[in-house]
């Protein structure tokens, strides 16, 4: 790559990925002292009360001076947390190495206590806990269905898999109830793998919505495209890889990359309009408000039409008037 591209690489990858991302934000919503912990939280489901409760534990055991596994375990854990928690670039994968550490501590305390017959009651009160957070999904799915249907090109799938996780959710209470925690803990490994397996009937609802893979098919199969292609500030990545088009961005009111690209990045309607006048048609894959934003633009000088809405990505085409030409 050095030789291949030189200070550009070096400059991208040393300073750019690694220094300056230590020393500033790439995503500010992110940078916050509580994030990675509530990454942990929600990223742990649904086993996050019993990980809590032997991280606890295992500080109580290092008290005790009967934790040796405890004090590896939480070194390996802190030892993430001083390194990635200073730095202002937060995302949920940097911290991926501390989980393999999170399961064993959570794993070896549903063993202590579940073999302890003086910890009856505190399992009790977590799994029980654990029931409640289980139901998170079954009254999304009903939330998304009764607000949200747009979202579903297939209302089947949904109601099926309502169906079977609030099932197998009661299941898990049974097993609870009559203290058959073994059990229960198998039913409680069972409905992660139903979530995961769940993606493959799902993903074609969610795609449009994480990837302009269907956006940009739909535009290069339907139509012909022999010009720069305009796109949001975050689906510019998507478009440039899916399309093999130049592209060029809409950035009214969105701010500048972290890094600088070597594409147009257009932050005024001003400037927008003036690409529009380069070309006689503009295709566009672009979100909901910047497809308004160049409605609005758009005037006599400009006639916007809508192509198709894939997900949250609105494919519509930009042409000058004759007028203007």
């Known amino acids: 790559m050095i030789h291949r591209y030189g200070s550009v690489f070096t400059h991208e990858f040393f300073i750019n990925d690694h220094i300056r991302r230590f020393f500033e ?14 990454s942990i939280v929600y990223c742990l489901y649904p086993w996050g009360l019993f990980v809590i409760a032997g991280l606890i ?15 590896f375990l939480l070194c390996w854990i802190s030892v993430v947390f001083v390194i990635f928690s200073p730095a202002h670039s937060k995302l949920v994968s940097y911290i991926f190495p501390l989980y393999p ?4 501590i959570g794993g070896n305390f549903i063993m202590e206590k579940i073999t302890s017959p003086q910890s009856g009651r505190l399992f009790f009160g977590l799994s029980l806990g654990t029931f409640l957070i289980l139901l998170l999904i079954p009254a999304a799915i009903v939330v998304v269905l009764v607000k949200f249907p747009f979202y579903l090109s297939s209302v089947v799938p949904a109601y099926a898999y309502l169906i079977i996780t609030l099932a197998i959710s009661l299941v898990y209470l049974y097993f609870i109830v009559r203290k058959r925690y073994i059990f229960g803990l198998g039913v409680l490994a069972g409905y992660l793998l139903v979530i995961l397996s769940s993606l493959l009937f799902v993903s074609g609802d969610i795609e449009p919505y994480v990837s302009s893979y269907k956006a940009c098919a739909y535009l290069t199969r339907n139509y012909t495209v022999d010009s720069v292609i305009l796109s949001s500030k975050t689906y510019a990545r998507g478009v440039r ?15 500048d990359f972290f890094s600088p690209h070597p594409i147009p990045f257009l932050k005024t309607e001003e400037e927008v309009k003036d690409f529009l006048r380069t070309q006689p048609i503009t295709c ?3 979100t ?3 497809a308004k934003q160049i409605q609005g633009l758009a005037g006599t000088e400009f006639t916007v039409r809508e192509l198709n809405v894939i997900g949250n990505r609105y494919v519509i085409e930009v042409r000058r008037t004759e007028s203007k030409r």
């Not at 534990?57 to 004090?71: E, F, Q, S, W």
């Not at 550490?101 to 064993?104: K, Q, T, W």
């Not at 890889?241 to 701010?255: E, L, P």
Request: charged share 15%; with cysteine.
């Open 25 to 38: 934000a790439e995503h500010h919503a992110n940078d916050t002292l509580y994030f990675y912990p509530l």
């Open 101 to 104: 550490a999170l399961a064993l």
């Open 288 to 290: 909901k408000s910047s």
């Open 57 to 71: 534990a295992a500080l109580v055991n290092i008290r005790k001076n009967t934790g040796n596994i405890d004090v």
């Open 241 to 255: 890889h899916f399309t093999d088009k130049m592209v060029a961005v809409n950035g009214i009111r969105t701010g």
């Open 284 to 286: 566009c894959v672009v």
